[in-house]
DNA sequence: TAGTATTATGTAAGCGCTTTCATTTATAGC
DNA sequence: GCTATAAATGAAAGCGCTTACATAATACTA
């Protein structure tokens, strides 16, 4: 592989020449800047990134830490960020946090001991405390999906509760009065927010969440299956249930049609995220959107902005999620 | 941030010293090491992985390019990768090539810049020529999931043809004579293979594929979707389709159900991939198993043995699918 | 045309490590 | 105690760039 060198020599100029018409910043004269292209082109040179780094203290590189690689959510994440970086030249370093503290701190560390010039962070299980230290640390972060006072001007998040509120609401407005709950693992910042704002909205016609018609779950298909099961085991009828995220929706749903139910007739359900399959479920699953794919731009946008200075570009920090309404809630049974 | 010299210093060693005892493979007294190790830990210092890479012009970093980030496939294979990758300490650095051309040249082109030590290629628009002579220069790389003939000890791939052969004689041991066929786009390798896997089978019976019944769609739920609709267009009697993967099948479930029919009453359905959300479809879709995930490990295993010389590892590079019998199929109406 | 302000280019000192080679120190043999 | 050998450590030259700072070339002014 050449080297700027070698570049240089061909077009009978300085190291630091060449070097300038690769940053194109600094005035080079134009007969200059062609001599050196021209090298560049018929050594094939590509400039060699470690090295730029080293020199520039600045390596072009972003740390992603998510909780998983897999899964509609953090694909679409995924997706938009990298998108946007790509577009601009940086390229990312992914790894997976697994919703452990351990392996998320660790993540981090990790990340940070590549030199990435700033950190993207879906975590789940780090404390706000940690997070607090870690930005007083030299390496810039944003959360992505979590909501840090201290650090709010470094926060791109959803209004969970709201959502909740909506997807109860929903429910309400149709006329269920009994309804089940399976959450995501409470400990879990967003599936705690959905549960308040699934309270709220009981709250506005007097209701309260049953014990009885509540079920945490894990965030994942067989947990709305053992949600809906246990819900059914309680004796409580109910008309409706609400879960905190798509795939438990699924989830209850396989079950329910295993158990003789039928979705809506027998009684509703509303997922969250309006990921990609939840048009593709029997019937087709209402939902709460959220809008991943567009936050994930906006946390690569922040990065560009804040750590790149391109002042330009705006960030919107908090986002709103609305109601999908599809095949799965219907009327209750008037009775 | 700490620097090596720094840590020479509160040791009383010189720089050499102290790398030697990062890079423990040469020796160094306990008592040397021991010292070095407390500065270091003192210090809070972590070595500057840029500085490290290029001074020992290895990266430590393989550079991956899938299509997508987003989908339950590529989720499961980045996954894979990763896990194995982390555990040896390795970073990955992830590009999308969107099934273009450009996209994954550029894509490529960007990652070897980056200085990788490796490449994870699944490309798909790229043509085998750019491919052999990619293999010449100075990155080495592994094909997932194509089969390159010059290529063939950097190639993990599936047998794909073998897996369309798998379900159209799964649905000819049921009994159906007249079969759809809703293909993945035909310049891909993977659709093309599966396809002919499924003449193979039709072969079997003395049975050839019906031009009429056979769309080609995008590996995408609209496309299954589309397809089923213009299978049902044609007119021409049919009991099954095969689908070249899972998410057109997904698409055709929902298409036949909006149109009134009933999977697999009216006709039965066959997926490929066995993806995550095949399990919760509904029908639950019977499904041909793609080992993406294993072949993912794989591929970052071949890259530990070949470039990192971790010489104990073991790597399959063929890997063969399966049938999942569930419910999407059932047996043909004897008429 | 000398004098000054601009613009273009070159020189050279790092960036924080690894690694070769030379040197010092410890170990052993006689 | 003195050499021969091995083990531990240090000195210093890069890795391929960026970036002050210095200098040379050109343009502009009076």
Redesign the pocket.
Known sequence: ????????ELA?????????V??N?????????NKVLAAMEQLG??????????????SNSIGILVSELHGPFYGEMLTGIEAEFRAAGKHVIIAAGHSERATEEDGIDFLRSRNCDALILHVEAVSDQFLIDLSKKETPFVLLNRQVPALADRCISLDNELGGYLATSHLLAQGHRHIGYIAGPMWKTDARDRFHGHQRALSEYQLAADDALFFEGDFRETGGSKGLQMLLASGRPFSAVVCANDEMASGALTAARELGYEVPADFSVIGFDNVNFAYYTYPKLSTIDYPISAMGHMAARWVLKQVYKQSSIDVQQVFNPYLIPRDSVAEAATT
Not at 25 to 33: F, G, I, K, L, W
């Open positions: 592989m050449a080297t700027i060198y070698q570049v240089s009978g100029v300085s190291l630091a020449t060449v070097s300038r690769m940053n910043n600094v005035r080079v004269s134009e007969a200059t800047r040179y590509r400039p060699n990134s470690i090295a730029q780094s080293l020199a520039s203290s600045r």
